[in-house]
């Protein structure tokens, strides 16, 4: 490959292509664009792509940048007024970015778990950690103070997706997030849709359950087991004989279900998800189960528990 000459340049001249934004760092704050190519051609050298480009007492380096909706998970104390928010993206995955003057009275509110925001990334380099601009879309958190189930829901939903590699997509996952915090103060539908979040989390760590067919029989009817084996559903009949061993299928979680969550039935998934989170994934890292997963789970208990009826 012939060697390549790089210059800053505001004409389009002959030949010349523009190669994308750099930010100028060092000596000097200013942007600029950038037109590479190889000496005697009129393309852009791909081998500058994302590279340092030296010019006399000045560095010059590629911007990165994207854009995308985000759901707060937390935030941190960065310096005098900054903070380190981390938010589940649209399409990047979960995801850390600095964000200045984050501790202003302006930018509080708006940093607070279970809100939806429109966020800017940019970093000179993709590993960076980089910085975000924030914009308000939709700001829960004061509905989300009400209920202990909205409380401690949040921050449990936050350590599930802890468990996932940070800036690997997982569009469904942001999906479900999105339609979760809206349900939090139910404590029926969000005990039920935490349950759904915490199998669809094992899937993508690759320790799916499958309660779609009998793993004896295969038949799709009377589901009533979970195999602590094999993660696989098991009929009644089959499973009867070894009903000891056996881990309850919720019915709610059944292919054929049409019932809702009630009190037994979700307090049986509770302990069904928790179990194979437990073999797959928290024993192995050496990892405690969350303590807000356990104060979700004795809120949403407690406000499906039936009352004593009177004598």
């Given at each position: 490959?012939?060697?390549?000459?790089?210059?800053?340049?505001?004409?389009?001249?002959?030949?010349?292509?523009?190669?994308?934004?750099?930010?100028?760092?060092?000596?000097?704050?200013?942007?600029?664009?950038?037109?590479?190519?190889?000496?005697?051609?009129?393309?852009?050298?791909?081998?500058?792509?994302?590279?340092?480009?030296?010019?006399?007492?000045?560095?010059?380096?590629?911007?990165?940048?994207?854009?995308?909706?985000?759901?707060?998970?937390?935030?941190?104390?960065?310096?005098?007024?900054?903070?380190?928010?981390?938010?589940?993206?649209?399409?990047?995955?979960?995801?850390?970015?600095?964000?200045?003057?984050?501790?202003?009275?302006?930018?509080?509110?708006?940093?607070?778990?279970?809100?939806?925001?429109?966020?800017?990334?940019?970093?000179?380099?993709?590993?960076?950690?980089?910085?975000?601009?924030?914009?308000?879309?939709?700001?829960?958190?004061?509905?989300?103070?009400?209920?202990?189930?909205?409380?401690?829901?949040?921050?449990?939903?936050?350590?599930?997706?802890?468990?996932?590699?940070?800036?690997?997509?997982?569009?469904?996952?942001?999906?479900?997030?999105?339609?979760?915090?809206?349900?939090?103060?139910?404590?029926?539908?969000?005990?039920?849709l935490f349950v759904r979040f915490e199998l669809a989390v094992l899937n993508d760590l690759g320790?799916?359950?499958?309660?779609?067919?009998?793993?004896?029989?295969?038949?799709?009817?009377?589901?009533?087991?979970?195999?602590?084996?094999?993660?696989?559903?098991?009929?009644?009949?089959?499973?009867?004989?070894?009903?000891?061993?056996?881990?309850?299928?919720?019915?709610?979680?059944?292919?054929?279900?049409?019932?809702?969550?009630?009190?037994?039935?979700?307090?049986?998934?509770?302990?069904?998800?928790?179990?194979?989170?437990?073999?797959?994934?928290?024993?192995?890292?050496?990892?405690?189960?969350?303590?807000?997963?356990?104060?979700?789970?004795?809120?949403?208990?407690?406000?499906l528990k039936p009352s004593s009826s009177a004598a």
């Amino acid at each position: 490959m012939p060697p390549c000459s790089a210059v800053l340049t505001s004409n389009m001249a002959s030949g010349w292509r523009e190669y994308g934004e750099i930010e100028a760092i060092g000596e000097c704050s200013r942007k600029a664009t950038v037109r590479v190519r190889p000496e005697s051609a009129s393309t852009p050298c791909p081998r500058n792509h994302h590279c340092l480009i030296r010019f006399p007492s000045r560095v010059y380096a590629f911007s990165m940048q994207w854009s995308d909706q985000a759901i707060i998970l937390g935030i941190r104390r960065h310096g005098e007024s900054s903070a380190i928010a981390e938010v589940m993206t649209a399409s990047r995955g979960r995801h850390l970015g600095m964000v200045r003057s984050g501790r202003s009275r302006a930018m509080q509110p708006v940093l607070q778990p279970g809100n939806t925001v429109e966020l800017t990334w940019r970093a000179r380099l993709d590993e960076h950690m980089g910085e975000f601009r924030i914009e308000p879309l939709e700001l829960r958190a004061a509905r989300l103070m009400e209920a202990a189930t909205s409380v401690y829901g949040i921050q449990a939903l936050g350590a599930l997706l802890r468990l996932l590699p940070e800036r690997d997509p997982h569009p469904h996952l942001y999906e479900a997030l999105a339609v979760i915090v809206d349900h939090l103060e139910d404590p029926a539908d969000a005990g039920e849709l935490f349950v759904r979040f915490e199998l669809a989390v094992l899937n993508d760590l690759g320790f799916g359950l499958d309660l779609t067919e009998c793993v004896a029989t295969g038949t799709r009817e009377d589901l009533a087991y979970v195999s602590p084996k094999s993660g696989r559903a098991v009929c009644r009949a089959s499973g009867a004989p070894y009903a000891d061993r056996m881990l309850v299928l919720p019915e709610f979680l059944a292919v054929e279900a049409r019932s809702a969550a009630d009190y037994d039935s979700l307090a049986a998934a509770f302990r069904l998800t928790a179990f194979f989170l437990n073999r797959h994934v928290y024993e192995p890292r050496g990892l405690k189960v969350s303590s807000a997963r356990d104060g979700f789970v004795n809120a949403a208990l407690k406000a499906l528990k039936p009352s004593s009826s009177a004598a």
